[in-house]
């Protein structure tokens, strides 16, 4: 008998029904085949392997504690190589020397474990969410659902909440950063502090690492132009826009401004020689544009629509949208502006140009739209690998599909503003 009270090395116990005299080896376990009933291969300090009728092999670890002689599981071969049993077998073995239980170990670990399941980040943060937003609009509840899905969980959803650092969030907000979605990471930032704030007082960790992040993120930029980005008010201003009563030329480029989200100047300026009907899509010379790169714009049914309407009473002269002192100016750079101040929007609500911010806000947080694709409808300085300027037709099909979904998703807004249930339709994802 060793130390332990257990067996020698090479002695069988009295359960086997064939003793080793050596160790086993992984070529001597693959070799066991099943009997009509299981039985014990030992391998050395208590270790052995239990072969059952049915062909599996179960580690065992058996000893002597207070005069009893009980055993452990330590798991199935081959999930468990013979180099990690006997690894499990030798930290057994440092128990019982103690004085202590292996087993009593075991399950403590396992309650641990299960513990710490229970105040995961992912298991605190849906008790967050079914407490503390479950009275928010729909709007609300996606984008603190996006944030959770997309930036939260897949990073941190199974580690305990109170072991979370201040370094692991930042990491996830790093990964918004690094595509450009500034103010997404900083919404982010807060729907994780919320999560941990509620993890504090509900006693399942004892601060919020968002706290130390102060400074170590990207400001976001400055907006220097005001847009509406809260779907319940985008809806409102689409009713507003629609019931405009304007001339003909000013009423349709307000219409199409939030349908297109292009820069003022492009839509005011726009020719009846840059749109291709029988591709849908307005086609812009490079020299039209601040990046000077051509742009294509997909053209929604509902931007088609407008068009062809506006077409009979401007298609002879140069300019979509002409100026109201002559066919040869387009329209003023004031003309959607004073339109929208016309409306009650001044200049710190809403602009022209706060149309592409709007765009660009709820396409990514709302519907769920790659941001390249976003990216590049908004005509801004999308680089390829090697550093070169994007090809304009780079993800037209799908930035098409995208501008669809757009035109539809600002008709349900304004339907849904008129019902006087204002909501957030949420497409679906990235």
């Not at 609009?137 to 580690?159: F, T, V, W």
Request: charged content about 30%.
């Amino acid at each position: 008998m060793d130390g332990l009270g257990l067996p020698a090395p090479s002695t069988p116990s009295k359960s086997s029904e064939e003793g080793s005299a050596m160790p086993l080896s992984d070529t001597k376990i693959r070799a066991l085949k099943p009997r009509g009933k299981k039985y014990l291969e030992v391998d050395e300090k208590g270790l052995a392997i239990e072969v059952t009728p049915s062909g599996a092999k179960r580690w065992v670890f058996r000893f002597r504690l207070h005069g009893k002689r009980p055993e452990m599981a330590l798991g199935l071969y081959p999930d468990v190589p013979l180099k990690r049993a006997r690894a499990l077998r030798d930290e057994a073995r440092q128990h019982v020397a103690a004085g202590i239980d292996p087993r009593d170990v075991k399950r403590a670990r396992k309650e641990s474990a299960l513990e710490a399941n229970r105040n995961s980040f992912s298991a605190v943060s849906q008790e967050w969410f079914a407490a503390k937003m479950a009275h928010l609009s729909k709007s609300s509840r996606d984008r603190a659902q996006r944030a959770l899905d997309s930036d939260l969980l897949p990073y941190l959803g199974k580690r305990p909440i109170a072991e979370i650092t201040a370094p692991e969030v930042l990491r996830c907000l790093r990964r918004i950063e690094s595509r450009g979605a500034l103010e997404t990471a900083h919404r982010v930032k807060r729907v994780a502090g919320q999560v941990f704030r509620f993890a504090v007082a509900t006693g399942k960790a004892d601060r919020d690492p968002t706290t130390d992040l102060t400074g170590a993120m990207k400001p976001t930029r400055k907006r220097h132009l005001a847009a509406i980005t809260d779907p319940a008010e985008v809806g409102k201003l689409m009713v507003a826009i629609d019931e405009y009563q304007g001339t003909p030329t000013v009423r349709t480029a307000l219409k199409l401004s939030p349908l297109l989200f292009c820069r003022p100047g492009e839509l005011r300026k726009l020719e009846w020689s840059e749109i291709n009907w029988e591709a849908s899509q307005i086609e812009l010379p490079a020299e039209k544009m601040k990046m000077g790169e051509p742009h294509i714009i997909p053209l929604a049914e509902q931007a088609l629509a407008l068009l062809r309407e506006l077409e009979p009473l401007t298609g002879r002269g140069k300019y979509v949208f002409p100026s109201a002192r002559g066919q040869s100016r387009p329209l003023s750079d004031n003309g959607v502006r004073t339109a929208l101040r016309s409306l009650g929007y001044d200049n710190d609500t809403m602009t022209a140009h706060g149309f592409r911010a709007m765009a660009r806000t709820l396409l990514d947080e709302v519907l769920g739209c790659r941001v390249d694709y976003i990216e590049h409808q908004l005509a801004h300085g999308v680089k390829d690998a090697l550093g070169r300027a994007y090809n304009r037709t780079k993800h037209l099909p799908q930035r098409a599909a995208m501008m669809q979904k757009w035109a539809d998703y600002l008709d349900d807004l304004r339907e849904h503003a008129r019902s006087g249930n204002v909501v957030a339709v949420h497409f679906g994802t990235k």
